[in-house]
Every structure is written in structure tokens, then in C-alpha cells.
């Protein structure tokens, strides 16, 4: 199993090509910004998948206990563990190495961001101390706060501050938090913008957590800054559709091929282009059946139906202007590769699926990965006046009762939203 395990483990780490380094450059006199390693590939942020030595512990320790209680199996999930005697450890690693993509893209927003951190809530906050919404994401050890300039009252938790230079950002700006807790914020106008946002991000640093062994200055200068980066991009080969309420990119050069009824449920939009299909369907949400669009619902029904658990594959909660979504992503270079989104509003669940071979398509796997990730509602002000939880009504309150999870997180957001 370890043996398996660390193929994975190799096997993901394909998806990043170390072509350059991060290089965060500071002016004299300027002290240097707090974590950065030139060692780390620029694109780090790309390969999405985080797994240590602890997380494979774990993932052995519950297949072996999976194993072991579905010896006489009762229900359809432990006969399908049992019949596939891999497919518990590589649920369990997938959920370990999600991460988190955070798009901006209402008014005058336009940028998107990625860290590696699992989702487990999301809150829209209003500034105090800024014009615009702040949206708050937070995970088993870290917090992230995205939005518009904020903190301005937090001077006096300040440690040490400075400035700093980065490809695509101008007015760019660092502080770093006294004290035994891991807090860094950053403030930042994209390159030919007169948007300034700013981002915060608290994380334990604790090497022995599956979910996030690395302290916030390690990841927000060499995974978030570096994954920063404006979504106009996506105009240059891709346009938005609308279904309704919700709203979808395709590529400009895709067709329409059909719109049908499946199985008296899923209505389903398909489109073609050069080595690529795209299928968009939506069903009606059924509160009488799970959540279909939680991450370990997802991760367990991907990788049992499509099996090739040794497969790079990539796990990823999307929040788009505050609203989740799960992304699935499975790419093999030059071969037949699968992306996967599914969110929801308050009616109707959404897939939309890509299969695409990159060698014979037109687009390149981050330009089809960033045009899935982005989609948007019409109704969103309403949808996230809610908290939005990624996990399901057991877990939900479990950690909505605990005051080391729930207190400390809103008293942080209270914090920073002065």
C-alpha cells in the first residue's frame, strides 16, 4: 500500500513542471518577505496536491479499517469497498490533498487565487472598513479572507511589514502577525487594473496535520501570490452562456450539438469543438437525498466509477463570488484527460463535464480548467447570505458547536473586517 501510495504522490507531482522559481523581489532597504523560497517552482500552485507522510498514515489506516469492517458487508458503499480494496485509501487521500480556488469576478472584481486547504465553510462579510463584500473560506487549519483592502485597524497585532514586487502586481505590500499564530496579509493592484484587493491568511503550520503542514508566510508567498492572476484572460477564447439563473463558459469556437432529456431527469446541453465534448446538465435538488455536491459525495462516486485510482488526479472546492462548487480533474498529457465541476443554487444542481485529449484540442489543460472553474448565478446576493458548509449535517454540527473551530473563526473575521 505505501509503495502505491507514493507512486500516487509522484504521480501528481507531474502535474507541476518547475520552469522558474518563485521570485518575490523586495527594494533595498526593504526587509525580505516572510517565507518565500526560490526553490519552489513558480507554477506550484498548479498541481493542487499537498499529501505528506502523515496523510498516507492516515489513508492506510482507514482502508485497513475499512477493510476490515466490511468482511461481511451490508450496504451498497462497504460492498463497493469491499469488491475495490484500494478505492477507500485513495478517497481518503483525496479528500487530504483538496484545495481551494477562490474567483472573484462581480463589479469591478476579476482576479482568482489558489491554496492548498481543504473548504469546509464560507462566509460573506461586509467591511467596515472598505467599500465591497469580504469573502471568508475556512478549513481544518487555515483561515483565508479575499476581497477588498481590510485590516486597517490591526496595527497593533502587526509584527513586521514591507513592500515587495511580483509579476503581474503593482502597489504590492506585506504585514506579518505577532504572536505564536501564523498570520499574513497581503494588499496588491493587478497590472493594468485600478482594483486593490487584499488577502489574509492564518494557518497552524502543524507538519503532523494531513490537511496543511505548511505555516501562512510558506504559503502565501510561494502558493498565493504566485497564483494570483486577472480571469480577462478567459475572454480571449471563451464566452459566457446563460441557463436561467446560472451562467457557464464554452469556448468560442464550440458548437451546439444537442439539447436532451435523459432519463426523465437530467436535462443536458452538449457541445463539441476540436478535440474537445463538453456536456452541461442540470437536475432538480431533492431535499430528501444527500448533497450530491459535497467534496467526499464527489471524490468516493468519481473514483468508483471511473476507477484508475493510481491515476493524477486533482481535487479542488471553487468558490465563485462566495459560492462553492466541486472540481474534479484528471489530466494526462498528450491522452485523454476529464474535468469536472458541480455546484448548485437553490433549485437545481449543475454538472458541467469536459473531455478533451490536449494533444488534438485547441486549448491547453489550464485554459479549459480555468474556463470550468468559472460560473455564476444571477441570484448569488441571495444564495450566500447563508453560511455556505462543504460537509455534511453530522459534521456540520460538530464543528458548528465547537468553540475552538466556530468562535475563533468569527472572532478573526471580526478582526480583520474593521
Known sequence: MLRKSIIMMALAAAFTMNVSAVQIEVP???????????????????????INEK??????????????NVEKPKTAIEKVFKEKTGLAQAVKLGEFSESTVILLHEGENNIRLSVPNISLRGDTVESKSSDGLLFAVHGYTGILLVGP???????????????????????????????????????FTPSKTKTTYGITYLGGGDVKDPYQDKFAEVVMSN?????????SGLDNYSHVKHWDNFGYRIPKKAKLVSEAMEDNKYEVRTYEDVGVKIRVLRFRIDPNIVDKSLAKKQIFTFLN????????????TVWNNGLPGFLIDRYKPNGESFLRHFTKDSEYYYSYRI???ESK???????????????????????????QWRIDNSHKKKFDT???FNQWYMGWINILAQ
Not at 518565500?36 to 498541481?47: C, G, K, M, R, T
Not at 498516507?56 to 485497513?64: H, M, R, T
Not at 466509477?305 to 479542488?316: I, R, S, V
Open 355 to 357: 473531455d478533451y485529449d
Open 28 to 50: 533595498k532597504w526593504q526587509p525580505p518577505v516572510p517565507g518565500a523560497d526560490a526553490s519552489i517552482p513558480a507554477n506550484a500552485y498548479e498541481n493542487y496536491s499537498y
Open 361 to 387: 484540442s485547441l486549448y491547453k489543460h489550464k485554459q479549459l480548467r480555468d474556463m470550468i472553474e468559472y460560473v455564476s448565478f444571477d441570484n448569488a446576493e441571495s444564495l450566500r447570505k447563508n453560511t
Open 55 to 68: 496523510a498516507i498514515q492516515e489513508a492506510e489506516i482507514f482502508s485497513a479499517k475499512v477493510q476490515k
Open 149 to 187: 483592502p481590510h485590516g486597517k485597524k490591526i496595527n497593533k497585532y502587526i509584527q513586521n511589514e514591507g513592500i515587495y514586487t511580483y509579476p503581474g502586481l503593482e502597489n504590492a505590500s506585506w504585514k506579518i502577525f505577532k504572536g505564536k499564530t501564523h498570520v499574513m496579509y497581503t494588499e
Open 305 to 316: 466509477k471511473y476507477g484508475d485510482l493510481e491515476a493524477p488526479t486533482q481535487y479542488a
Open 402 to 404: 465547537d468553540p475552538s
Open 223 to 231: 502558493y498565493i501570490i504566485p497564483s494570483i492572476e486577472p480571469l
